[in-house]
């Protein structure tokens, strides 16, 4: 069973500060997605990571895979307010014999909320 | 704009009532959709995998007979869920496979909230 996990669940941080979400998965995969969502609503996509040594950068976050560790980071740098949200990582389990499901399966997600 | 179209995005209703939740792609065909299931301060979980013109498929531990999936067409996937109790409460998402390795679309969600 493909189990995708988190940490930290919940991140406190200051505002101008960095820091880095991780994202583990317990079987192979070469697609792993970012989301975020806020309180409320559905999940807005952020990232899409599909190789070994992938990296992307949007403003303030920055994601990146290694597959053989089987681990995704998700960096902010000097977080602001803006970015409080909860984070979601999603993997997309292999077919046996090769392609994808398609179904994504969903990380623990990552409460953070900024403080000014 | 929006991809998927997902409605109603609340219900609020007694216990023992059915609901019916709509999930629409716009401007393109969807022969696969999928239905998650998010309780509050929790991760999402997929409920099932709705296919056009056959039976959906439901993950591990999902009633078939309580939450029944109808894909009749290429862009129209509808959830029920049959007499609903006060612990199907929960945030109902639905999403339509992007292209080739794009994400997925997300509905905007529906909150159902039995009473």
């Known amino acids: 069973e493909l189990k995708v996990e988190q940490n930290p669940l919940f991140l406190s941080m200051q505002e101008g500060k960095n820091y880095t979400i991780y994202c583990n998965y317990s079987?192979?995969?070469?697609?792993l997605y970012w989301y975020r969502q806020d309180p409320g609503k559905s999940l807005e996509s952020l990232f899409v990571?599909?190789?070994?040594?992938a990296v992307k950068q949007e403003g303030r976050l920055m994601a990146s895979l290694d597959t053989k560790a089987r681990l995704s980071t998700l960096h902010i740098t000097a977080a602001v307010h803006d970015l409080s949200a909860t984070y979601f990582c999603?993997?997309?389990?292999?077919?046996?014999?090769?392609?994808?499901?398609?179904?994504?399966?969903f990380g623990t997600g990552t409460l953070l909320a900024v403080q000014p | 704009g929006a991809v998927v179209s997902q409605h109603p995005s609340r219900v609020i209703c007694k216990s023992g009532t059915s609901v019916k939740i709509e999930c629409r792609s716009l401007?393109?065909?969807?022969?696969?959709m999928f239905w998650y299931r998010q309780f509050p301060k929790q991760s999402l979980m997929l409920m099932a995998t709705s296919n056009e013109g056959s039976k959906a498929t439901y993950e591990q531990g999902v009633e078939k007979d309580k939450f029944l999936i109808n894909h009749a067409s290429l862009t129209l996937s509808t959830l029920t869920v049959t007499s609903a109790h006060p612990e199907d409460s929960s945030f109902y998402i639905c999403?339509?496979?992007?292209?080739?390795?794009?994400?997925?679309?997300f509905g905007d969600g529906t909150r159902l909230s039995i009473l």
């Open positions: 999403s339509a496979p992007g292209r080739g390795n794009q994400p997925q679309h």
């Open positions: 401007d393109f065909q969807a022969t696969t």
């Open positions: 990571l599909l190789s070994n040594g």
């Open positions: 999603a993997v997309d389990p292999p077919l046996n014999y090769g392609g994808a499901t398609n179904k994504l399966i």
């Open positions: 079987t192979t995969s070469d697609r």
